[in-house]
T-cell receptor, first 113, second 115 residues
Framework: GENVEQHPSTLSVQEGDSAVIKCTYS??????FPWYKQELGKGPQLIID?????GEKKDQRIAVTLNKTAKHFSLHITETQPEDSAVYFC????????????FGSGTRLSIRP | EAGVTQSPTHLIKTRGQQVTLRCSPI?????VYWYQQALGLGLQFLLW???????NRGNFPPRFSGRQFPNYSSELNVNALELEDSALYLC??????????????FGNGTRLTVT
């Protein structure tokens, strides 16, 4: 069946450095790719998303890139700050009459002071 | 705009008991999703409701069930609780399925502990 592989499972970076999380999906019909941030004790919150007709999207320190040919997309966080420490989930969604939503397994990002 | 609200926030039950969790979606959202998140693990899909009907369910036993009401709120019921049911149960809502690019918005979950 369809799946989304997310790497790495844990990531530790120095404050101020960049962090990159990568996801690969299998369903070529997937057309929407959101990223979620989950802080301790809270539900996942949408931080950025990208549609299949766009290659890159940026929002301040966060950017997402999509390579439809290779079926992978990545989250880039620049100038990391302590508040970026959280678990990040990617998802691949196929919007149709029988929508499918598949989440990656998550990446625990820690920012070292 | 009020977000997705879930109740209760925490719950402690004994093995064999039954539990009902509740979810109110964002106003205007007609789809509701339920996910189970065991400690430190990923999101496991439980159920998806849209316009009052169950559209899909994940790989969970029948003792996990739910429903969606005419006002689009939803309940998740778990019967015959087992220790491994201890987890954070997350509800999410979105605009009508098929709507191009409608993201899921999550609540903060109900933390269920089974002893």
């Amino acid at each position: 069946g369809e799946n989304v592989e997310q790497h790495p499972s844990t990531l530790s970076v120095q404050e101020g450095d960049s962090a990159v999380i990568k996801c690969t999906y299998s369903d070529s019909a997937s057309n929407y790719f959101p990223w979620y941030k989950q802080e301790l004790g809270k539900g996942p919150q949408l931080i950025i998303d990208i549609r299949s007709n766009v290659g890159e999207k940026k929002d301040q320190r966060i950017a997402v890139t999509l390579n439809k040919t290779a079926k992978h997309f990545s989250l880039h966080i620049t100038e990391t700050q302590p508040e970026d420490s959280a678990v990040y989930f990617c998802a691949a969604i196929t919007y149709s009459s029988a929508s499918k939503i598949i989440f990656g397994s998550g990446t625990r990002l820690s920012i070292r002071p | 705009e009020a977000g997705v609200t879930q109740s209760p926030t925490h719950l402690i039950k004994t093995r064999g008991q039954q539990v009902t969790l509740r979810c109110s979606p964002i106003s205007g959202h007609t789809s509701v999703y339920w996910y189970q998140q065991a400690l430190g693990l990923g999101l496991q899909f439980l159920l998806w409701y849209d316009e009052g009907e169950e559209r899909n369910r994940g790989n969970f036993p029948p003792r996990f069930s739910g429903r969606q009401f005419p006002n689009y709120s939803s309940e998740l019921n778990v019967n015959a609780l087992e220790l491994e049911d201890s987890a954070l149960y997350l509800c999410a809502s979105s605009l009508a399925t098929g709507s191009r690019g409608s993201p899921l918005h999550f609540g903060n979950g109900t933390r269920l502990t089974v002893t």
